[in-house]
């Protein structure tokens, strides 16, 4: 897909009104600073659309973006991040649950996991939350480009384990900083859009 037009079309918080589409929704979504904003921006070829910090738990709403008319990209808060209190943290949590509850053009949701690690406990658990709710993930390997290409498979290997997902589950790895991953990424993108009616 060519983008031709990109616009942070809706910021919704804990108390906003969640909007809903006629065009596909596809979620990204993963622990704080797992490398999320990183992602959408290098899928765009954007610096900073999706704002990026040092910082975790820098997303607090949910973003939707509007790619050219044909769908929109909604960035998730992330998951995990201590600083927050654990009343802060259940807000949160409770909001996302509404989206993927509610919402009528959601169809995919991206799950990041940082390839280096084995998933925590609440990475385990949210992925077994959308399972529950009738979403096969897709997991992005992130972060490739910090681990040797030895490792590579030995690592998601241990993600897919520790996850229990299905041998079918795409597990793709992924680098903002060399962009490996993107074309494969983009490909499911396109797939969704062109193939998926709502």
């Not at 590579?152 to 997902?165: E, P």
């Not at 903002?176 to 193939?195: H, M, P, Q, S, T």
């Amino acid at each position: 897909m060519v983008i031709k037009s990109l616009e942070l079309e809706t910021v919704c918080g804990i108390t906003s009104t969640l909007p809903q589409h006629d065009i596909i929704e596809m979620a990204f979504w993963g622990r704080s600073n797992v490398g999320k904003s990183s992602l959408l921006n290098a899928l765009w070829n954007r610096k900073s659309m999706a704002r990026i910090s040092a910082q975790p738990g820098k997303t607090q709403t949910i973003n939707y973006y509007n790619v050219n008319g044909l769908c929109y990209m909604v960035d998730l808060p992330g998951y995990g991040y201590a600083k927050v209190s654990k009343e802060t943290a259940g807000k949160w949590w409770r909001m996302i649950e509404k989206y993927l509850d509610t919402s009528r053009a959601l169809r995919v949701v991206f799950l990041l996991i940082d390839i280096r690690h084995e998933p925590s406990k609440k990475d385990v658990e949210v992925y077994r939350l959308l399972y529950e709710k009738g979403f096969n993930p897709l997991i992005v390997a992130t972060k490739s480009d910090k681990i040797s290409k030895n490792a590579r498979a030995k690592n998601i290997a241990l993600i897919r384990r520790t996850l229990g997902a299905s041998q079918d589950t795409p597990i793709l790895p992924f680098s903002a900083l060399n962009k490996e991953g993107r074309e494969e990424i983009w490909e499911y993108i396109d797939y969704f859009v062109n193939e998926i009616s709502l």
